[in-house]
């Protein structure tokens, strides 16, 4: 059940254990929205961060819910949530939002925490979600100057379609675990537009190239120019930041430290 509530000036949805804020209302309509939580390589958390970076992203929103990590993510001398809702315009008229977190949802919210970002992206209006991850592959090269592939699966035709058109590969046979797996399952039983990206990324660290790779991809969808040289260039900071992060956190989080497990064959 979604119960939506008025708290001081931020209006709250609540659907069973995650409740999602909005610290301002803002026109969302026909918006594609990326959702960004830690999967192989931590490549759906680097997509997130760096999107919301090169696109002027700003904070609109945050995730709540009583079985997120108790703390408090301090970033330029300002606390954020767990996880978070970024949003903006574009100078083409696009509207984007992105969900973030550097956290793994515990299995037994990962149902919860996408049937309350899919319910909100019906709310808003939104035309399109995207869910970045990483992907073993058996047999794969990890050598640096190796060229990182990446797919896609679309929830609908009209999904697969836009893969098509944009001639992007698309993922044939697998499995797709934790939050990609029930949104495009749920896109596909409630019709709507779900594409999971999926970059072959190393399993043991942070892969900034990787997360460059999906988006490659994320860019042609949206239909910007997104530079990631900066994150080619600075792939080994980014990773080393990332662990560093994850191993300041173990105290508090049990196992935050571990890079996530492989949840996804292909």
């Known amino acids: 059940m979604v119960v939506n509530i008025l708290r001081g000036h931020y209006k709250v949805t609540r659907l069973e254990d995650v409740e999602i804020v909005d610290f301002e209302e803002m026109n969302l309509r026909d918006a594609i929205v990326i959702a960004g939580f830690p999967s192989i390589g931590l490549v759906s958390t680097i997509v997130a961060n760096y999107s919301i970076d090169a696109l002027g992203l700003k904070q609109v929103g945050a995730l709540n819910s009583p079985y997120f990590p108790t703390l408090s993510v301090v970033h330029t001398g300002e606390p954020l949530s767990p996880v978070r809702i970024y949003a903006g315009a574009l100078e083409t008229g696009a509207k984007i939002v992105v969900f ?39 047999g794969k090269s990890s050598k640096e ?4 592939d990446a797919y896609a699966i679309g929830s609908t035709e009209r999904a697969r379609q836009i893969l098509q058109k944009l001639d992007i590969p698309q993922f044939k046979n697998g499995i797709i675990a934790g939050v990609s797996g029930v949104m495009l399952n ?23 190239r990787a997360a460059a790779s999906a988006i490659n991809v994320i860019a042609k969808i949206i239909g910007v120019e997104i530079n990631v040289v900066p994150l080619y260039d600075e792939a080994e900071r980014i990773e080393k930041q990332l662990q560093k992060f994850h191993k300041q956190a173990k105290p508090v989080v049990s196992g935050a430290s ?3 497990q492989p949840s996804m064959y292909g």
């Open 145 to 148: 100057e190796d060229i990182v």
């Open 186 to 208: 749920k896109g596909k039983q409630e019709d709507i537009d779900v594409i999971s990206i999926l970059a072959e990324a190393h399993p043991n660290y942070p892969d900034a």
């Open 100 to 138: 973030v977190s550097e956290f793994k949802p515990k299995p037994n919210l990962i149902n919860s925490l996408s049937n309350a970002i899919m319910s909100w992206v019906k709310n808003k209006g939104c035309k399109l979600l995207v869910s970045p991850e990483g992907m073993v592959v058996e």
């Open 258 to 260: 571990q890079i996530p």
